[in-house]
């Protein structure tokens, strides 16, 4: 199983960015999918999830300002982030569980600056 995050960078507050989670070795629409994060010396925090049947959470720090998103046809998982605010700089990572298994990705980062 190999999940691969893309998209992240180097933004200005108030700029956006779109991250992708890319799944393989999995059958992917029997998955929950996550996105978390994780600022060095701190423990990893929950940012958003999608369930198999397309429920979605977000945590309040964020409500309004991202949104996760799934295409099982590309075995996908997207965090759409706007207005982002230095606050959000941090490793984003993407998560896979359910009763088959629990995986995660490598990790991509996100940095706003001004």
């Known amino acids: 199983v190999q999940l691969v995050e893309s998209g992240g960078g180097s933004v200005q507050p108030g700029g956006s960015l779109k991250l992708s989670c890319v799944a393989s070795g999995l059958i992917f629409s029997l998955y929950n999918m996550g996105w978390y994060r994780q600022i060095p010396g701190k423990q990893r925090e929950f940012v958003a999830s999608?369930?198999?049947?397309?429920?979605?959470d977000v945590i309040e720090s964020v409500k309004g300002r991202f949104t996760i998103s799934r295409d099982n046809a590309k075995d996908a998982v997207y965090l759409e982030m706007n207005n982002l605010q230095p606050g959000d700089t941090a490793v984003y990572y993407c998560?896979?569980?359910?009763?088959?298994?629990?995986?995660w990705g490598q990790g991509t980062q996100v940095t706003v600056s001004a």
């Open positions: 999608i369930s198999e049947y397309r429920h979605r």
């Open positions: 998560e896979a569980y359910g009763q088959l298994g629990d995986y």
